[in-house]
């Protein structure tokens, strides 16, 4: 997209220009026409010597393309001109729910022939994906008679990640599945956690054998193990509207309990709850993190009023049997309710992990005080009732999950 | 309003204006160019009105209507906080009328009419330069 066009400032001088010669007219002095050539030489000059084709290329450059939310960025851009440009205002297309705290995302500069310059501005990285599709290029003449916008296709992506902290596991590990453990074991199914020592039997592998055991018993012996059993990890995140305010903080939750389950060798799949639900299937290690991960960036409060008939879907097709559920939810409606009595009525052992939105409020008046504890001795109503099917984790997302996982079980 | 290199043509056009009393008036305009590109259009259209009723032509002519331009355009220049050079490339523009006037005046002598040959090239001139801005693209 290019084009050039005169801007209002040409078209009135232009208009003084054609009064200059009809007044010349008007008056029987014909002669006296020259009076405009100066107005002519300058838009002569503004024409023949600052008409630029925006001949130009432009790159730009991320520190990388995952960010943990909340961190600083710099944005880079550089800038090479293959023509002069004596005047070019310049704009980045920052996505919207990136916030620009230092410098700003438009520039105007003045280049000469092959010249290179590198432009920066500092951006807030907020969760979420943001896409940078286009630099704006806006070329005046020094006069401002003429323009000439240009749009640069550039396209960039950058994932602001969610934050994890450290958390304590608020469930057992162990379950029936037979894996590996988290350390790398040569044979799946021999194990590796301890078990008992017992007599060396012919057949034993050499390693297995206990040197210290066998100078005090005085006969050769050997280490059992036993195979780890573990149990499969489903964390469903309820992604309401109603419960916006803490939108945030349950996706850090549910990243920072998948953190955990990496860290315990334990299988994991995700639910983020929208009204479009994404599913990441059971399965373990890194690359199985990060992509659940980038599932979890993309999380934003959705009018969702399925989250019941979407988990009882799920449970039927895709929840292994006896897994570990996680549900992170304000379990401030209805639906959301619903959903773990369907889970319990499955017989899965559910954590309910539950931000809650009204410790996210700062009341200004002493009304809306008392609006809020109606609220919250609602909810906390509804939580004591639901308590019967879960472990419930009512989080005040003012302390940090590891204490409000810690208050519950009582480390 | 940002004012930087404007007032200098403003003085320098006071004082030849000075000499041309009947001219003044005209000035009561001019301060309008600091708030608007369009009321500077206006002050530069009373300032050539003005001369061709006084009939006061000629390079000094030429030379008032280049001061009033470059007047309205540094004001404008001094709102967009335009580099120097601008300023000097706006100077030298608007200044070249003068040169061109003494060359269609030398060319007058051996052409028929020296009002008529004005008359056509800027018309000619004008014509094209519209033409060209309005199909650019």
Known sequence: MGEFYPT?????????????????????????????????????????????????????????????????????????????????????????????????????????????????????????????????????????FFKRDKVIELYDELIGVPLIEDV??????????????????????????????????????????????????????????????????????????????????SVRAAASLMLDCLKNGTSFGLLLSESVPLWARVDYGKRHFF?????????????????????????????????????????????????????????????????????????????????????DIKRKAYLRRLSAYALIIDWDIRKPLRSAIAEVIKL | MKIKFSPIPLVILLFILLGYKELLPVLVLAPLAFVSYFFGTLFLMAVIGFLVYYKIGGALGVLIVALALIFIESAYLDREKAPREHYLILTVASLLAIPTYALIRGLSLFMPKFEVTAVAVLILLALYLFSRIVTSG
């Open chain 1, 8 to 144: 209002g400032k040409a078209l009135q001088l232009l208009l003084a220009l054609w009064i200059g010669v009809l007044i010349a007219f008007f008056t029987l002095r014909w002669d006296m026409i020259y009076l405009v050539l100066p107005i002519l030489w300058l838009f002569f000059v503004a024409v023949a010597f600052f008409k630029p084709r925006l001949d130009v290329e432009i790159k730009r450059l991320l520190p990388h393309d995952r960010i943990l939310e909340g961190e600083t960025v710099e944005v880079k851009l550089t800038v090479k001109s293959n023509e002069r440009i004596p005047s070019l205002k310049l704009v980045d297309d920052t996505p919207e729910g990136l916030e620009v705290i230092e410098g700003k995302n438009e520039f105007l500069l003045s280049l000469k022939k092959d010249e290179v310059k590198e432009l920066s501005y500092k951006i807030g990285v907020r969760r979420g994906v943001h896409e940078f599709n286009w630099i704006y290029l806006s070329y005046q003449d020094p006069f401002g």
């Open chain 1, 168 to 249: 304590i596991t608020p469930y057992s590990t162990k379950g029936t599945k037979i894996t590996a453990g988290p350390l790398p074991s040569p044979r799946i199914g021999e194990g590796v956690e301890f078990h008992a020592i017992r007599e060396y039997q012919p057949g034993d592998p050499f390693k297995t054998i206990n040197w210290k055991a066998t100078a005090k018993m005085g006969k050769i012996m050997s280490n059992e193990y036993e195979s780890e059993r573990k149990v499969d990890v489903v964390i469903i995140v309820d992604a309401g509207y109603l419960g916006s305010r803490v939108m945030d903080h």
């Open chain 1, 291 to 375: 992509r659940c991960v980038d599932i979890l960036s993309t999380a934003k409060p959705d009018k969702n009023n399925l989250i019941a008939y979407q988990v009882e879907h799920l449970i039927r097709t895709r929840f292994p049997a006896n897994a570990q559920i996680i549900y992170i939810s304000p379990l401030v409606s209805e639906e959301s309710r619903k959903a773990l009595e369907i889970i319990y009525h499955y017989g899965y052992k559910i954590i309910v992990i539950s931000p809650d939105p009204y410790s996210a409020i700062n009341p200004r008046t002493k009304e809306e005080e008392l609006a809020v504890k109606i609220l």
